[in-house]
Nanobody
Framework: VQLQASGGGLVQAGDSLKLSCAAS????????MAWFRQAPGNEREFVGQ????????AYSDSVKGRFTVSRDNAKNTVYLQMNNLGPEDTAVYYC??????????????????WGQGTLVTVSS
């Protein structure tokens, strides 16, 4: 199993950025996909998720309306479109895969598969 996240970088406040996570080694379409982030000194926190067929999404309150999670099952890839970024969004962003039900998507320990993380830095 491999999850390869990419697309991070240094941007200015108000900018947009799109992260990608390419999956291999498992049946991608059978797994719910999520993004988490972890800032220095903080615990890993849920950002957003998308269901197996892309029909259901959920977000943390801190990113709702600014971030969008989507997936392309033909490409085994999940995306995180981030708009109107602020310094508070600075973190390492991780993609994760799970077959957990929707009620458990916000808990990191429910995800058996994780990517290596990609750093997003937002300057003010």
């Amino acid at each position: 199993v491999q999850l390869q996240a990419s697309g991070g970088g240094l941007v200015q406040a108000g900018d947009s950025l799109k992260l990608s996570c390419a999956a291999s080694g498992f049946t991608f379409s059978g797994y719910r996909m999520a993004w988490f982030r972890q800032a220095p000194g903080n615990e890993r926190e849920f950002v957003g998720q998308v269901s197996q067929n892309g029909g259901t999404t959920a977000y943390s309150d801190s990113v709702k309306g600014r971030f969008t999670v989507s997936r392309d099952n033909a490409k085994n890839t999940v995306y995180l479109q981030m708009n109107n970024l602020g310094p508070e969004d600075t973190a390492v962003y991780y993609c994760a895969a799970s077959r957990i039900v929707l009620s458990g998507v916000r808990i990191p320990s429910n995800y058996p598969y994780w990517g290596q993380g990609t750093l997003v830095t937002v300057s003010s």
